[in-house]
């Protein structure tokens, strides 16, 4: 035990504590998804092979080392969208908060939202934060107005040609609207979640926007964010959510936000 200690530096402690927290992370990003059963599906493989290594299995062996010979290809294959979506969160700034939405025009988002659940209107509203949206707003159609409550209504009323989809918020402007977003494959979703809550999940799986949800059967209102959906009660617990993503802790815009003002 004295061996070990006299040889152990406090290199070989941050070594470890950087391994563990890598580990950490990546199990924080799969977990929940599909990615988990073939991390156990992959484990069962190196298993088999194991065993067809001690029991002398040439057969079984060769086809086993066959295939985990090509791992790295697989495991890019196989988790393309979880390895973007690590990246991107790696390439994010901690010392930047990007914000897109301002104190008026949060509340004209949050009337807006409440304008439609009591009238059982459905909606799909994504706010851009750092990651580009771009992949997903060649769907829809190009608005670039300001953000008021009475655009955002007309757009999701039902007579509406583009009520179909999302509206893309980006710079505090309605970007985009009829955007059409990722579905997420998550086994895990309750099924109560119709096509609008699943693909809010699947586009905050692979980036950080947030999505605000609107469902027209339940008139119920959600935040979704980083693959997690939140339902809010009243208007209060979705000014105080919203406020807490977007706001800063001083109650005005953050830094990112007045250097966004200041390029108006």
């Not at 979640?193 to 947030?210: P, Q």
């Not at 980083?226 to 993503?245: K, Q, W, Y």
Request: charged share 20%; hydrophobic share 45%.
């Amino acid at each position: 035990m004295l061996d070990f200690f006299s040889y152990f530096r406090w290199q070989d402690l941050v070594d470890i504590l950087i391994v563990a927290f890598v580990i950490h992370q990546l199990i924080s990003i799969i977990r929940g998804t599909r990615s988990v059963q073939m991390v156990a599906g992959l484990g069962v493989l190196t298993v088999v092979y194991f065993v067809a290594s001690v029991l002398d299995l040439a057969v079984l062996k060769w086809v086993m080392q066959t295939f985990l010979s090509s791992i790295l290809l697989i495991i890019i294959i196989v988790f393309q969208h979880d390895i973007r979506r690590a990246l991107t969160q790696v390439g994010k700034s901690p010392f930047l908060k990007q914000t897109d939405v301002v104190e008026k025009e949060l509340e004209e988002i949050i009337r807006t939202l409440f304008y439609l659940a009591k009238r059982r209107i459905g909606a799909l509203i994504v706010i851009e934060r750092e990651t580009n949206l771009g992949d997903f707003i060649e769907s829809g159609f190009k608005l670039d107005a300001r953000l008021t409550k009475e655009l955002l209504i007309s757009i999701f009323m039902p007579v509406s040609p583009l009520h179909d989809g999302a509206v893309i918020i980006s710079k505090g402007r309605i970007q985009h609207c009829g955007c059409i977003l990722p579905l997420t494959q998550n086994p895990y979703i309750n099924k109560r979640y119709g096509t609008r809550h699943r693909a809010a999940i699947g586009l905050t799986e692979e980036t950080d926007a947030v999505v605000l949800v609107v469902s027209e059967e339940t008139q119920e209102i959600s935040i979704v964010r980083h693959g997690a959906l939140t339902a809010v009660e009243d208007e209060i617990s979705l000014t105080n959510n919203l406020r807490a993503i977007f706001i800063a802790d001083n109650g005005g815009p953050t830094h990112s936000w007045k250097t966004l003002m200041s390029r108006r």
